[in-house]
């Protein structure tokens, strides 16, 4: 396979991009901060506790981190439906036939790694493939147990109306106590999805050197050229059915 047969494909919007790398900021300072709230080390000092307000900048950082994964969260449903074909929401419900072929497809030769007797040019995704599509699914409503959660516990304290509106939560689920460990347990399945997530990046970045990884960065990837064909007159016969 020669270099003429590929071209770029800008496949992730600028939107889709912002909300990647500010998303993936504020999870690693969610779990940075939150594993020392929830266990917080002893320090040793000789100066006054109001002159060092450590465990109150941490909470801080952890409270304004979840606002902007809350903001960006809500951007994202949006561009869900007014994003390209890549973006929207249809992609991430890979539950038909095409689908589960696709998703165990995926399975076999990225996660137990077994060779593909022949290779099979369609099953290249150019923008999500089915397991990253039904992954994101589920990571989507565990942020929203996160938001429920952490919102929820932090509405006693809170000035704004925001996570008033959560304050229903801890009764719901039983007290503080029970809301604090769902909340911890839910960090790490994002913990786990992270893992997996740049191994799975770096798996296909190797695999099919197709600019994975840098296309979160400029939002193009190359593709082959026939894929490129197909999906324009995929497009077209789309369009034509709108009008």
């Known amino acids: 396979m020669s270099v003429q047969d590929y071209k770029r494909a800008y496949v992730w919007q600028l939107p889709v991009r912002v909300f990647h790398w500010g998303n993936a900021i504020a999870i690693v300072a969610l779990i940075i901060t939150g594993l020392l709230i929830a266990h917080p080390p002893g320090i040793i000092s000789s100066k006054e506790a109001s002159a060092q307000f450590w465990f109150g900048y941490i909470r801080k950082i952890h409270f304004m981190s979840a606002y902007i994964m809350f903001a960006l969260l809500i951007m994202r449903v949006y561009w869900a439906f007014v994003g390209n074909k890549y973006s929207n929401w249809k992609v991430f419900v890979p539950f038909n036939k095409h689908g589960a072929a696709s998703f165990w497809h995926t399975i076999k030769h990225d996660i137990f790694l077994l060779n593909e007797q022949v290779y099979n040019e369609k099953s290249v995704h150019t923008g999500h493939n089915d397991v990253a599509a039904a992954s994101y699914l589920v ?96 497009e077209i016969e789309e369009e034509k059915k709108q009008l």
Request: proline share 2%; charged share 20%; net charge negative.
């Open 139 to 234: 990571m989507f409503f565990m942020a929203l147990i996160m938001v429920f959660t952490g919102f929820g516990l932090y509405a006693d304290n809170a000035t704004w109306f925001l996570p008033k509106w959560f304050k229903w939560v801890p009764e719901f689920l039983g007290g503080d106590t029970n809301t604090r460990v769902i909340h911890h347990a839910t960090m790490w399945t994002f913990i786990l999805f992270s893992a997996v997530h740049v191994y799975l990046v770096l798996f296909h970045d190797w695999l099919e050197g197709r600019g994975e990884s840098s296309a979160m960065v400029s939002g193009y990837k190359f593709v082959r050229s026939e894929r490129t064909k197909k999906e324009i007159e995929e």
